[in-house]
């Protein structure tokens, strides 16, 4: 039995694809933005989206909605 700080402390997000496959690199990217959303590290959350923009510049505007005001 784990104790409550050893859960805690244990690295995990709650970003799931809900049994949709997304493949290992959208899944990935999920995580990090949930990680920087649930850690309130606001300025973390809008680089990785910075990053996403440039990597799919096709999805600017989608990826713009998803900016953290």
Avoid: C, T, V
């Amino acid at each position: 039995m784990k104790s409550s700080r050893a859960s805690a402390l244990s690295q995990k997000s709650s970003a799931k694809p809900g049994h949709i496959d997304l493949g290992p690199e959208a899944a990935k990217i999920l995580k990090r933005l949930e990680r920087a959303r649930n850690y309130g590290a606001k300025r973390k959350y809008n680089s990785e989206l910075q990053k996403l923009i440039k990597e799919y510049p096709e999805f600017h505007a989608s990826i713009l909605a998803l900016h953290w005001k």
